[in-house]
């Protein structure tokens, strides 16, 4: 008779059938250049530690912004290296962040008995309210968290204001931007803080491979700071050790991989401007979006029942974030996926209102 395989059945992807919709994740990647070179690099180098590899890819992100290797810190996604700034800067004091951010990183510290993150209220717009902040910085603070386009909101800063913000606060206190989503916003070298670092400010850059290159599966991400900010924080994590072949090579295969890059932002903003048209049609309203999610105002409604009413239907989304009820997110993905998200929506409504 047959005998069992003994690898068990797994999956990668979505369940079959479910609309995810949930993770601000790119299902355009990985490009077909990635593809390959994941096999390549698996089947060549799966056995060795991926050094080599991992200086090609500081040496093309060094070259695109004038900086050297010592300025860069990889790891595994760009959550390892957030959570190591916060920790690093939890030694020097507390956090300070906007009411709504990706936290997750910054909470490391929290968890592990430091002070709670100090949040400055959003403004009425659910902006980050930069002026607030400043105000806020004081000799107990050891780091500022800005995301940059901000996320769940979508949102992003006029970049002389965050520039204007980074060098002032930078005098009094490290200050952390992250940028999981510059590439796709329009003009990403208007917008970004590098050259800040490059300055001498004292600011740290955050990025990833996890959006517009469609690689989040595959764990790249990268931080930009000063060679003293790099090495200190770098202390907390075990850098070239937790890197991957596979992620590394299709990290590389993608970086310059223009064609691409431009085909998963059209991807990404066809998707935004069904659910802005659905938004519109079902008598709501959203916040302009900057990012690859859209951050819905559901009115008087629930964003957790919303949640619930649309997961019935398999389309996965977002809850509520922390105190804002009414406000749901919703992510980019396949287009017959945000296909499925729209048709939804006047049955999910009904049921949420009903
Ligand atoms: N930064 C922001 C603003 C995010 O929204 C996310 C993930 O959603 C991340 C960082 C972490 O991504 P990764 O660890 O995959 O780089």
């Excluded at 050094?51 to 010592?70: V, W």
């Excluded at 993150?117 to 959003?122: C, Q, T």
């Excluded at 970086?255 to 998963?264: I, M, V």
């Excluded at 980019?332 to 048709?343: E, H, N």
């Amino acid at each position: 008779g047959a005998i069992a395989s003994p690898i068990p059945a797994v999956t990668y992807g979505p369940s079959p059938g479910v609309a995810k919709l949930n993770a601000n994740e790119n299902p355009f990647g990985p490009s077909a250049k990635a593809l390959e070179a994941i096999t390549k690099a698996s089947a060549e180098g799966g056995a060795y530690y991926a050094y080599p590899a991992a200086m090609t890819l500081l040496d093309m992100i060094a070259e695109r912004h004038g900086i050297s290797r010592k300025n860069i810190s990889l790891s595994a996604g760009s959550s390892p290296i957030l959570s190591y700034t916060a920790l690093a800067a939890s030694k020097k004091g507390k956090i300070l962040g906007p009411d709504l951010f990706w936290d997750t990183t910054s909470k490391a510290p929290e968890k592990q008995g430091a002070p709670e993150i100090v949040r400055i209220p959003n403004t009425a717009e659910l902006d980050i309210d930069l002026d607030a902040m400043y105000a806020a910085i004081d000799d107990s603070t050891g780091m500022v968290h800005i995301c940059n386009p901000n996320n769940p909101t979508g949102k992003i800063l006029a970049p002389e204001k965050l520039r204007d913000f980074c060098i002032k606060a930078s005098k009094k206190t490290l200050v952390l931007v992250d940028e999981a989503y510059n590439e796709l916003i329009d003009e990403p070298p208007k917008h970004t803080m590098i050259p800040l670092v490059k300055a001498g400010h004292n600011v740290v850059v955050a990025r990833t491979f996890s959006k517009i290159y469609g690689l989040a599966g595959m764990r790249v991400g990268y931080l930009i700071a000063s060679e003293e900010n790099t090495d200190w924080i770098n202390r907390y994590g075990m850098g070239g050790y937790t890197l991957n072949q596979a992620g590394l090579a299709a990290a590389i295969a993608s970086y310059n991989d223009e064609a691409f890059l431009t085909f998963s932002k059209e991807k990404i903003y066809e998707g935004k401007a069904m659910v802005m048209d659905a938004v519109k049609a079902n008598g709501l309203t959203a916040l302009p979006s900057s990012t690859n999610f859209v951050f819905v105002n559901l009115g008087d409604g629930n964003a957790e029942y919303f949640r619930q009413v649309m997961a019935e239907e398999d389309v996965l989304i977002r809850g509520i974030y922390r105190t804002y009820t009414n406000w749901s997110r919703v992510s980019m993905g396949r287009i017959a996926d945000v296909k499925r998200y729209v048709d939804s929506m006047p049955k999910a409504l009904e049921k949420m209102y009903a």
